[in-house]
């Protein structure tokens, strides 16, 4: 091969090299943009779930609060059904989460005991609230035989009467239940239309999530 050959696929060999610089270059630099704007758009988006959440966080419990006042009520509750880790042989192992609680002075708040509470726990509070979509028991006594593991977290709380009812998503599937504690042994009584319009209230607010 003669020099000007050599000159000639040198330069050819260069011009490739440049093409596929420039071409990483621009592959880089359009990347960069792209993830530059991804993590933005991530953080501007927590951002506003934060701010979103902590609205609807507060108008949850300031309801709470409210239906707590108006049925003389000791402890106000909102559960969630959730999905923690899976069991061995797969099956989903399915949980539930007391997310919002409001407290009469001087009870003792549970919130932090009842986090990721397994299902199979308390099956028959579960059956029965899924069946009625609701669950009255005035007197915590009625359930020590038929229903001793949901009797044994109720008394460890100190609860003597209870009341449960079923919250729905858009679909109308059950994705939680808000409960109504008493820890005395007479209870208020139980007025249907504030207990059933807190009940929309929670539903309307957790599909806005």
């Given at each position: 091969?003669?020099?000007e050959n050599l000159?000639?696929?040198?330069?050819?060999?260069?011009?490739?090299?440049a093409?596929?610089?420039?071409?990483?270059?621009?592959?880089?630099k359009t990347?960069?943009?792209r993830?530059?704007k991804w993590v933005?758009d991530?953080?501007?988006g927590?951002?506003?779930?934060?701010?979103?959440?902590?609205?609807?966080?507060c108008e949850?419990?300031q309801?709470?609060?409210?239906?707590?006042?108006?049925?003389a009520?000791?402890?106000v509750q909102?559960?969630?059904?959730?999905?923690g880790?899976?069991y061995a042989?797969?099956r989903s192992?399915?949980?539930?989460?007391?997310?919002?609680?409001?407290?009469?002075y001087g009870?003792e708040p549970c919130l932090?005991?009842?986090?990721?509470?397994?299902?199979?726990?308390?099956?028959?509070?579960?059956k029965?609230?899924?069946d009625?979509d609701?669950l009255?028991l005035?007197?915590?006594?009625?359930?020590?035989?038929?229903?001793?593991?949901t009797?044994?977290?109720?008394c460890?709380?100190g609860v003597?009467?209870?009341?449960?009812y079923?919250?729905?998503?858009?679909n109308?599937?059950?994705?939680g239940?808000v409960?109504l504690?008493?820890c005395?042994?007479?209870?208020?009584?139980i007025?249907?239309?504030n207990i059933q319009r807190?009940?929309?209230?929670?539903?309307?607010?957790?599909?806005?999530?």
């Open positions: 091969m003669n020099l000159f000639a696929k040198m330069e050819e060999i260069g011009t490739m090299l093409a596929i610089a420039f071409t990483g270059y621009v592959f880089y990347f960069s943009a993830l530059e933005k991530e953080r501007t927590v951002s506003k779930a934060i701010s979103k959440q902590s609205e609807i966080d949850i419990v309801e709470a609060e409210k239906l707590k006042e108006l049925i009520a000791d402890r909102v559960f969630e059904f959730h999905n880790v899976h042989n797969g192992a399915l949980r539930m989460s007391c997310t919002y609680e409001v407290c009469r009870v932090n005991k009842l986090a990721g509470v397994p299902l199979t726990v308390v099956p028959n509070l579960i029965n609230l899924l009625k609701k009255v005035e007197n915590l006594d009625d359930i020590m035989d038929n229903m001793p593991s009797y044994s977290l109720l460890s709380m003597k009467s209870f009341y449960a079923v919250i729905h998503n858009n109308g599937e059950p994705v239940f409960a504690q008493f005395r042994e007479k209870t208020a009584k007025q249907k239309d807190f009940v929309w209230f929670i539903e309307s607010k957790l599909s806005e999530m």
